[in-house]
């Protein structure tokens, strides 16, 4: 099993990111994949996730509204849109399987690609 993120990098606030993960040595549409943050000093926070059947979405309340999570099943990846940036965004982002916003239900996580929003 490995998760593997990239899309991060520094953008402007109010500025767009696009985050992929690439899930191999399992499928999407047998788990669910969280995304989740972590910013220095703080502990790793859910910010969203997409069901493995359903396609149930759930997002934290600071992202709702600004951010989007997508699956394409053929290509085993998640999306994670990113809209209207804002500093407090700014943190290393994970996917993670089997977890919806509760870090504690992942079983395997990606390593993790760097978001700073700054001007």
């Known amino acids: 099993v490995q998760l593997v993120e990239s899309g991060g990098g520094l953008v402007q606030p109010g500025g767009s990111l696009r985050l992929s993960c690439v899930a191999s040595?399992?499928?999407?549409?047998?788990?669910?994949i969280g995304w989740f943050r972590q910013a220095p000093g703080k502990e790793r926070e859910g910010v969203s996730c997409?069901?493995?059947?359903?396609?149930?979405?759930d997002y934290a309340e600071s992202v709702k509204g600004r951010f989007a999570i997508s699956k394409d099943n053929a290509k085993n990846t998640v999306y994670l849109q990113m809209n209207s940036l804002k500093p407090e965004d700014t943190a290393v982002y994970y996917c993670?399987?089997?977890?919806?916003?509760?870090?504690?239900?992942?079983?395997?996580w990606g390593q993790g690609t760097q978001v700073t929003v700054s001007s």
């Open positions: 997409i069901g493995a059947i359903n396609d149930a979405i």
């Open positions: 993670a399987r089997r977890a919806c916003l509760d870090a504690a239900d992942a079983d395997y």
């Open positions: 040595g399992f499928t999407l549409d047998r788990y669910a």
